[in-house]
């Protein structure tokens, strides 16, 4: 039987490495990581486990997988987050609207997220604080500050805790989101018209956005930069069968912006940077290579052009593959665990040769995904991830 030989955070950078560890490393509990707290209700029912869920992320209602449930499924990060800032409430306020009640979380943009108490699964913009801003409105608006020292308040000495006392990789909460908070302001169909009728606005917010990022990534990474392993950052530029928009507006307008907040990434620390775009990207990883990324999650291997083995051909020995354990969105959540299993085990086959992959779902864990096919994800994933 194979046995471990490296600590998880030997592991994890090893694989990042592009070389071979005794076994693939596994993730869970991050921000496009994680599980959704429905589906970690049903599984800690079906092992039989008490405990008192934390919800990581209201938005989208992850739970945070305790140390217990960490350990179980042999997981080899741990995360490292900011917070926000010292005046910020971030509390969930419940309101009374069209007969029903609701959960609004106003961000520190001022965009809202809610959710009806009757449906419970995620939070959905309900207020675009920029829908009908003008470029002018833009210099005039009450950006949050990026490098405000309070959300750094603590956070090297829970590092130098988390690097000291365990041997686990440490990831940093997701982060670096210049393009997507963008229509998170403007809304999704009026960014789209400025992308074809205002690029300027277009411009003016993202300088806004990356200015932001800039002076977060200064102050955190001033802080942890030397203790973390991965940085985690990204924007959804890709759905089903392709980028969500004009890829010549992506390279002339967005990718430089994105490709200087790598650079920076790159002078204040020596950790892996982690970029999430889901969807059918096969096209723009060249882009992504550019801008100095080196890994790419969630890997979304049901999408177009998305196969395991030719991504792996093409693209292994550059970028680390973070991700795509399964098909997420057909057998995950129907499947019976023994398909499962065999999904699993013909993926890691063709990522895992010559390291350059750590293992996780294709996303997050959702609500509905039966207890037995998570166990059954996790479990092939340790059993078939072991190098001979």
């Not at 490393?25 to 209700?41: E, K, N, S, V, W």
């Amino acid at each position: 039987m194979s046995k471990e030989r490296l600590t998880s955070r030997q592991r994890v950078q090893t694989a990042l490495s592009h070389q071979q560890p005794d076994r693939v490393p596994i993730d869970l509990g991050g921000f496009q990581t994680g599980i959704h707290r429905i589906a970690y209700q049903s599984l800690l029912d079906h092992l039989g486990w008490t405990e008192e869920i934390v919800i990581l992320d209201p938005v989208q209602q992850l739970a945070k997988p305790s140390e217990k449930i960490l350990q179980r499924f042999h997981i080899d990060t741990r995360y490292l987050c900011a917070r926000g800032p010292d005046g910020f409430d971030g509390s969930i306020k419940i309101r009374q609207r069209d007969g029903r009640t609701w959960h609004d979380l106003t961000d520190e943009f001022g965009v809202v997220w809610s959710m009806p108490e009757d449906q419970g699964l995620y939070m959905d913009i309900s207020h675009h604080p920029l829908a009908e801003a003008t470029i002018s409105d833009i210099v005039d608006y009450p950006f949050p500050k990026g490098g405000d020292p309070s959300r750094f308040a603590g956070i090297r000495q829970q590092a130098i805790q988390m690097h000291n006392e365990t041997s686990y990789a440490i990831c940093t909460g997701i982060g670096g989101v210049i393009y997507e908070y963008c229509w998170y302001l403007r809304g999704l169909e009026r960014w789209f018209m400025d992308m074809l009728e205002n690029p300027s606005f277009c411009e003016a917010l993202l300088d806004r956005m990356l200015a932001y990022w800039t002076d977060f990534y200064s102050g955190f990474l001033k802080e942890v930069g030397d203790l973390v392993d991965v940085v985690m950052i990204g924007d959804d530029l890709a759905g089903q069968a392709g980028p969500l928009f004009n890829p010549d507006f992506y390279r002339r307008i967005v990718k430089p912006r994105q490709k200087a907040l790598v650079q920076h990434l790159r002078s204040l620390t020596q950790a892996k940077i982690w970029y999430h775009t889901c969807g059918a990207c096969h096209s723009l990883i060249p882009d992504l290579l550019d801008n100095g990324i080196d890994i790419l999650n969630p890997v979304q291997i049901s999408c177009s052009d998305m196969n395991p083995a030719d991504l792996k051909a093409q693209y292994g020995d550059r970028i680390t593959f973070w991700g795509g354990g399964i098909d997420a969105q057909h057998v995950l959540p129907f499947a019976s665990p023994d398909e499962v299993r065999k999904d699993v085990q013909r993926n890691i086959e063709a990522f895992k040769p010559g390291g350059g992959y750590v293992f996780n779902n294709v996303h997050n864990i959702q609500a509905g995904v039966p207890a037995e096919n998570i166990i059954a994800l996790f479990d092939a994933a340790y059993e078939f991830g072991f190098y001979e």
